[in-house]
């Protein structure tokens, strides 16, 4: 094949790149969902969850008509049925990309960016500017019990189903916990990506030790973050049979951006917080 890596199709993580600042969308990189939830057992067009990814962009910036620099954080919110997500360094890049480029207003700005990244994932994304002091992006405590300080025994080889157990005796509960112990690898560079993990269910009690096991099954577990929580939501699934259940990773950031998968049995908007760590 000839041509830029780019219009090859090849990833830029874990390359050495040029970074621009001339507004270029064709650096937007999709990835096909399917070929990470293939190992999952799931079919294109028949998800059995709901779900969304957020982002926080912390590193906006363009310019007003008269020249004049403008900063914003950007929320963006791509679907989890869209077919394919967006490459991390990809969208680094892109965002760069307009740092020198004349936009009229905000509005403008916004909708550049929208429609540019809703062309990369195929299907329509929401995208925010938020005012660097706006209160929405103070971060908050992590919600329901933290099991990190769970009786722990390390995990041998991958995350799996099996060692996700029901306490005894068995009873329904509804259940809000979360583990600050995430952390999976990047399957491209095999840099580590941490995260807090917050699981909502009702459903079997769910031993904490277990769970905390398998968090920490994932830490030599190569994966994008996006795939990574629907195989958490997946096993989580398997092992319970919850009557609801929803998985949420809050990422911690790199190069100016955050990503916060969710998936869950309830449709809806995902949860629009960020955490202290992030």
């Not at 937007?28 to 962009?57: C, K, M, N, T």
């Not at 996700?164 to 809000?176: A, F, G, H």
């Not at 092992?239 to 998985?247: W, Y």
């Amino acid at each position: 094949m000839s041509g830029t890596p780019e219009a090859r199709g090849e990833l830029l993580l874990g390359r050495q790149v040029e970074y621009t600042d001339v507004y270029t969308p064709q650096l937007l990189q999709p990835i096909p969902r399917q070929q990470g939830r293939a190992a999952l057992g799931l079919e294109s067009g028949a998800l059995s969850f709901y779900g969304e990814d957020v982002w926080h962009a912390y590193e906006l910036s363009w310019l007003d008509p008269g020249g004049r620099p403008r900063v914003a954080a950007a929320r963006l919110v791509i679907p989890a049925f869209s077919p394919n997500l967006v490459e991390s360094k990809s969208l680094k890049l892109y965002l760069n990309s307009v740092n020198n480029t004349v936009f009229r207003d905000e509005t403008a700005l916004q909708r550049t960016l929208a429609d540019d990244i809703s062309a990369a994932v195929g299907a329509a994304v929401e995208l925010e500017l938020l005012s660097c002091d706006d209160p929405n992006l103070a971060g908050i405590q992590a919600p329901g019990e933290c099991i990190d300080g769970a009786a722990f025994s390390a995990p041998e080889g991958e995350p799996s189903a099996s060692l996700l157990l029901r306490s005894t005796p068995e009873s329904i509960v509804t259940q809000v916990l979360h583990s600050h112990l995430l952390r999976s690898l990047c399957p491209v560079t095999a840099q580590p990506d941490w995260a807090t993990l917050v699981v909502k269910y009702t459903g079997p009690l769910l031993d904490p030790a277990s769970l905390l096991q398998y968090v920490v099954a994932f830490r030599r577990h190569q994966e994008f973050h996006e795939q990574c929580v629907e195989r958490i939501f997946c096993d989580i699934r398997a092992a319970l049979s919850p009557e609801a259940l929803s998985v949420h990773a809050l990422y911690t950031r790199r190069g100016g951006l955050d990503i916060c998968p969710w998936r869950s049995t309830e449709g809806g908007a995902a949860p629009r917080f960020r955490l202290n760590r992030q």
